[in-house]
């Protein structure tokens, strides 16, 4: 039998103090980062903000910066990024934003082909991909994005309200926040794009975080029916926490192992999406351990009822 | 749930999976040559196949996407009311004709249409008739004399273009064409006409006529490559033949081709135009589309209609469709109709023949166009709908495009099968690694799983994107999470001292209620972000949730199955 832990005895709520602290600033971070992306100044995807996302490859080499200033001098905004891991070299993805009516779009992708040419005459640049979004695409999908958010959030809220008790539906909620909101204030700090699969990335960890709170919220409710006495709380949680610990980082390394593997080789569409992943199952992990538990024995210190 | 149960439902499952993916398996084996070698021995077998196996999404097979916005605003009130409906007619028929093998058209909201042509990269041509307003007119089709007198000038230009591409013997026999004389008696009750809706309702029936005969073979005689590809069909009630004909779907692109060549438009005058019908119909076992040569003249516009409705008449509850005229338009419209009595009118919508009925009165103020016996009711449908797009064209707008090359689509599968082979990999060495033999078993649940999932997936007709294919890897990852959380709890229960068959029964029911539990908070995600709606992120939600879902039966069924075969060891490695 291999053990990596066996049932360890760690005081985790014990570190609380030091976790609410680094929590803070996450989720103090993350709001932040929504507030300016309700503003409109964080940066968004093409599928929010609207615009132009030109995917191609030159035959010959260029060097990037001439590309970026040549599309800059007549669209402020564009971005030039290399594109290093498709079949042909000398790849590159342009991207300009925030057209100002439906028409643009069509314009401002012949605009861009039509400055390459120029720019670099005799050296073939061959478009394997062209995206072009209106404006209004952009403010409807803003709305269902948000609209997303606000259901699998209630979602789980009544879910695990109805599952445990209110306060362990609220703590779970929490614990869920902070981990979007985590790593939506990292992104945010990293100057990534929030786009579309951005969302879905949150989304996809907020549950998945989720599933760690779960399971170890069941085995407090498990633990919590064997040792009655309610003095024994923090160590009950303590001693659900260790229990639970090594099927926690077993599920968090094989989840680990797939969104690294998704990062590594699934090709530029995917970078930033599992990015959010890896920092989600860190987070997520850190949070169902460091933050959903804690909350509960803080609020049971204050206002005792059994947990259940 | 007994041993034997469990063992055969998996194997009713497995059935079942393997028939739902066989096709997808069959697909994603074949190569470039295998490819060739099913089309030349049947052609249109490999298009048969991919519509039974699972999609790629355009980000994968490359392709073009586009949303248009139907301008409502643009539209007075009453005519807003199915204007969306309209607009979507107007572009299933515009690329009926442009050979796409699975395009998708669908309302989205209230205002919004998407099409999606998987494998298509014109993207001008796509643009230019997807998102242009309809235009629906009446033009007379031109008479068989005239037509005689073209057909042997465009056979003859093919044969010389022919020859000297060398697609011919340069010596040719002339041979009795077998495409001449030949009568056959044609049903032609499909025909619709066109009528005043105060005349006599009684259907007569059109009479035989004279046909050529259908080539089989299609491969059309090498004097007369052209005329012997042709049918003709359309004739009035008193036998009078019009140059309306049928052509097999598989000769309609080369037809098309010869159309074209600038030599052959050369010799048609310029008040004469060939078109195509705007669908294949299947007739006499073969599917057929219609060629006309109409005159060019537009004799009357859409727009002039109104009061478009569909009814059924009559005791044997013919369909048809009738309208109203009014004012100026109306007089022109009567005066035609009064001069081309038993003659077809060609409905042109976008330059492409939606019907042709024969005119059987002269039509004042108010008319109807009759469908014929064997029209269904979606084709009577489809005639309102068109009409109704000619009367009160919706304009559009297109609000979103993207075009994907196939390069970048091949780059995308080879990324996303890279992938999910070393995800499963790595995921299968570490359950292996930690749990030992019960780690195996774990993995054969994972292997289950993936099946099952690739063939829900095939099964629902679901489109996999690259995020599906993420999503099929995270499930890989998330749904080993059941088989760990037993296992921890059967290490628990050994540790307290139970025999292998008291820990494999609590472990596997301890687990149960914090597997649910923690399994119902990712399905609710999944089902959100399913409702977020948009294409490739719907694919990503499908999987989740399927794969979750899937893993609970993989962990209660089939690795409990094979664990209850070890309650009888001593000893368990887990």
Redesign the interface.
């Known amino acids: ?4 832990i066996g ?1 360890p005895n760690i005081d985790f709520i014990g570190l609380r103090k030091y976790a609410f602290m680094l929590s803070t600033v996450l989720v103090l971070l993350g709001i932040f980062a929504f507030v300016m992306i309700t503003l409109g100044k964080a940066p968004l995807g093409i ?1 929010f903000a609207g615009g132009v996302m030109i ?1 191609g490859h030159f035959a010959q080499p260029v060097s990037i910066d001439a590309l970026r200033s040549g599309l800059t001098a007549e669209f402020a905004d564009a971005t030039v990024t290399e594109l290093t ?4 070299p000398n790849a590159f993805i342009i991207k300009s934003k925030r057209p100002e009516n ?2 643009t ?2 314009l401002r992708i012949k605009a861009i082909n039509g400055i390459i040419e120029k720019n670099f005459a005799g050296n073939q640049f061959t ?8 404006p ?2 952009g403010e ?2 803003k709305k ?2 948000w ?3 606000l ?2 959030i209630a ?2 809220l009544v ?2 309200w109805f ?1 445990f008790d209110f306060r362990a539906g609220v703590a779970a909620a929490i614990a869920t926040f902070h981990d979007v909101l985590a790593v939506a204030g990292v992104f945010y700090l990293l100057g990534l794009e929030f786009d ?2 951005i ?2 990335a949150l ?2 960890l ?3 975080s ?3 709170t ?2 170890v919220y ?2 407090i409710r ?1 633990n919590t029916k064997r040792y009655r006495s309610k003095a024994d709380f923090v160590p009950t949680v303590n001693r659900s926490i260790n ?2 610990l ?2 926690t980082i ?2 968090s ?7 690294l ?2 990062f ?4 530029e ?2 970078r930033n ?2 990015l959010a ?1 890896i920092m989600g199952v860190i987070v997520g992990t850190y949070s169902s351990i460091f933050v959903a538990s804690p909350i509960i024995v803080e609020w049971e210190a204050r206002n005792p009822r059994r947990f259940k | 749930m007994s041993q034997k149960w469990r063992i055969g439902l998996t194997a009713v499952m497995v059935i079942v999976a393997l028939l739902a993916f066989w096709n997808t398996f069959k697909l994603w084996t074949l190569n470039e040559a295998d490819k060739k070698g099913m089309e030349d021995r049947e052609p249109g077998s490999v298009l048969r196949l991919q519509q039974k196996a699972i999609r790629l999404g355009l ?1 994968l097979q490359g392709g073009i996407h586009v ?1 248009l ?1 139907v301008k409502l605003e643009e539209l007075e009130p009453a005519q807003r009311d199915g204007a969306v409906d309209r607009a979507i007619q107007v572009v299933r028929n515009r690329i009926d004709g442009l050979g796409v093998a699975e395009p998708v058209i669908q309302k989205e ?1 209230t205002d919004r249409i998407i099409v999606d042509l998987p494998g298509y990269t014109d ?1 001008e041509r796509a ?1 230019e008739l997807i998102g242009q307003t309809a235009l629906l007119q009446f033009k007379m089709v031109a008479n068989m004399e005239t037509a005689n007198l073209y057909l042997p000038k465009v056979d003859s230009a093919v044969v010389a273009y022919r020859k000297a591409r060398g697609e011919m013997p340069v010596s040719t026999t002339p041979t009795a064409s077998n495409a001449t004389d030949t009568a056959s008696k044609a049903s032609n009750d499909v025909m619709a006409e066109l009528m005043g809706k105060t005349n006599d309702t009684s259907k007569t029936k059109s009479d035989s006529a004279k046909m050529f005969e259908y080539d089989e073979a299609g491969t059309g005689s090498d004097t007369e490559p052209f005329s012997s590809r042709l049918s003709l069909f359309l004739s009035s009630n008193n036998n009078t033949q019009f140059p309306g004909w049928y052509v097999n779907k598989k000769d309609q692109p080369l037809i098309d081709q010869w159309l074209n060549l600038p030599q052959v438009k050369a010799l048609i005058p310029q008040d004469l135009q060939f078109s195509w019908s705007t669908r294949s119909l299947v007739r006499d076992g073969a599917e057929k589309y219609e060629l006309y040569l109409l005159k060019r003249k537009v004799e009357f516009l859409g727009k002039f209609l109104e009061g478009i409705r569909l009814h059924t008449q009559g005791g044997a509850g013919g369909l048809a469709v009738g309208f109203k005229l009014s004012g100026e338009p109306s007089g022109r419209f009567a005066q035609l109709t009064g001069a081309n009595i038993d003659k077809p009118l060609a409905i042109v919508l976008d330059d492409r023949v939606e019907s042709s009925p024969i005119i059987r009165s002269k039509i004042r103020g108010e008319g109807q166009i009759e469908m014929g016996g064997s029209a269904t009711f979606d084709d009577a449908r489809n005639m309102e709908i068109v009409l109704k797009a000619g009367a009160l064209p919706a304009p559009v ?9 196939a ?2 689509g091949s ?2 599968i ?3 099968f ?2 999910s082979m ?2 499963l990999l ?2 299968l060495a ?2 292996a ?2 749990y ?1 033999v019960s780690g195996l078993i774990a993995d054969i649940g994972l292997l289950f799983n993936v099946f099952f999932l690739m063939a829900i997936l095939a099964g629902l007709g679901a489109t996999l994107t ?2 599906g ?2 999503g099929i ?2 499930t ?3 749904s ?2 059941s088989n ?2 037993i296992f ?1 709890r059967i ?2 229960e050994l ?1 307290t001292g139970k025999t292998v068959r008291a820990a494999i029964d609590a472990g596997y029911h ?1 687990a149960f ?2 597997i649910f ?6 399905l ?6 399913f ?4 294409g ?2 719907k694919g ?2 499908i999987t ?1 949730f399927w794969g979750v879902t899937i893993s609970l039966y993989t962990a209660y069924i089939i690795t409990k199955a094979i664990f209850d075969f070890r309650k009888q060891y001593e000893t368990l ?2």
């Not at chain 1, 039998?1 to 990596?4: G, K, N, V």
């Not at chain 1, 891991?85 to 042909?88: E, I, L, R, V």
């Not at chain 2, 609710?524 to 972000?529: D, E, G, N, P, W």
């Open positions: 039998m291999i053990s990596l049932v599928d995917k891991d498709f079949s042909m439906e028409a779009g069509d478009t394997v991909s062209e995206h072009s979004i209106g209004s695409v409807s999908l269902s994005a609209l997303a958010i259901l699998s979602g789980i879910y695990i599952r579309l699969l969302v879905s989304l996809t907020a549950g998945y989720l599933t760690d779960v399971v069941d085995r498990e229990e639970t090594s099927r077993n599920t390394m094989t989840v680990m192992v797939v969104v593997t998704l590594l080789f699934g090709g569409v995917l999406f599992s992943l | 980000d949303v916005r909201g993207k643009q707008e297109i609000i979103e495009r993207n075009v994907v090359g390069t970048l780059d995308s080879k990324k996303g890279y992938s070393i995800g790595l995921v570490y359950i690694f930690y030992r690259m995020p294919i993420a890897i995270l890989m990852g998330i080993v999470d760990i959380l921890e290490r628990e540790r301890r209620v914090t539990d923690s399994h119902i908070t990712t609710i995600t999944a089902v959100a972000l409702l977020l709606g948009s490739p992120i990503f939600a989740l490695s887990v």
